[in-house]
């Protein structure tokens, strides 16, 4: 036989091989698909590079993410989080519907890779760019899964949201600044669902087509949440949590719920926005208006729970517990003693009966002091007191007298308890009026979290004390 006839023979073979390889890959993806081992089918929506790899590859390109993965892995445990993101990218284009590479690749830009800066402007787009990840892409080609909801929104709530990250005020600051630019401090829902001038229509577009801020669902969400301020994270994390459970129904959204109630809460205890006209800063106040709304959505998830409803119990006496505090603290006593009687009635093991409403909220106080030590009561007297002059300077008369009240009331309250149990006498507290005075000399002193000259010199107007003091003789 001829070298000839003999490559003939050979690409005949190879030809005929390869031809029977794609009924067989065809078949086996068909079957895979039927049995739900593996996605096929084309996706819609995809860019041509990751249509193309979805559809060339087939069931092969299970095979290949899972290499990949098992190296992202070892990566990600040996700290190497850059080099995990390429990797984490050809497994999504690979495998877009593979929901825990995407979590995991936006969870390294926001947490892991953020904390590689010092520049707060350079984590905030670290930070953005794992919200954009889930919200612009992974969302795209898995909208049914409550995981990823989840995960967005958290990412709100925890990392903007709380003060775990010593960068957090520049984040919350970015974020309110660029809904302040789309719907000023309180947005008019008549106009972004209704935009009629050539900026309101700009503004609009950004909020649908940037942020993925469909108008008509933000005015659900603060119809049933509400009266919500999208200058806040926590605002934005309800948004996505509910999101996830208007689209995911029939599956598992307790953990949607949890972040539901979770923002609440945290928008009810500081959900509303103070701005410093004179340190042009801005300060968080309680939300008290919102907390009507967020025991009916405990009431309403408690319904719909049935294999763990004893979570929500706890969480809702929480909330009650601190309804009563919050509206006992800025004198809205009417308030505090209607969510003192429903505290007592829906969880009567909670109250002991001995106590009436000023000593349940001392009280209250007194155990976010763990271990109800001299030091840390003292320290929350002192936070108390230093927000009634800082109140006060600001001319919120109302806020300083009630912080002032309740810290003069934790101050009896653990002195009166130190001499009943018969304690040693350095275990007491400084009397009350020292206590004041030395609050003031902080806000007036040169100390890092003394108040800035201009609250300096209206503390000391409010207060009538001597331009000069403490220095004077």
Known sequence: MSGKNYKLILLTLIVAMMAKNVVSLKFLNRTRAEAGLTRTEPLENAPPVLAFTTVALGGFRGLISNYLWFRTTSLQYEGKFFETLSLASWITKLQPTFTTVWENQAWNMTYNISREFDNPTERWLWINSGIELLRDEALVYNPHEPSLYRELAWFYLDKIGTTLDDQHYFYKETLANIMVRLTGPSPDYNLILNPQTPEQKEAVSFLREKLK???????????????????????????????????????????LKRVIYQSLQLAFQRGRILENPVDKTLDFAPNLEIAQKLDETFVRFREEETDNPYVIDSARSYFMQEAVYFNYLYMRREEAARWFQKLVETFPGVVDPNLDLESFVSQHVQKKADDGSNKKVRAIIDGMLTTSYYRLALGDAESSVGHALLAGKIHKDYNSKILSEGAEHRLLLPSFEELKKNAILRALSDQPGSFSEEMKLRLKTALQLPADWPNEE
């Not at 801020?213 to 009266?227: F, N, S, T």
């Not at 926590?234 to 996830?244: C, F, P, Q, V």
Request: hydrophobic share 35%.
């Open 213 to 255: 801020l469909q108008p008509e669902a933000m005015a659900r969400v603060d119809q049933d949440y509400g009266p919500l301020d999208w200058r806040l994270p926590e605002t934005h994390a309800i948004y996505w949590a509910s999101i996830g459970l208007e689209r995911c129904k029939g599956k598992d959204v307790l953990p």
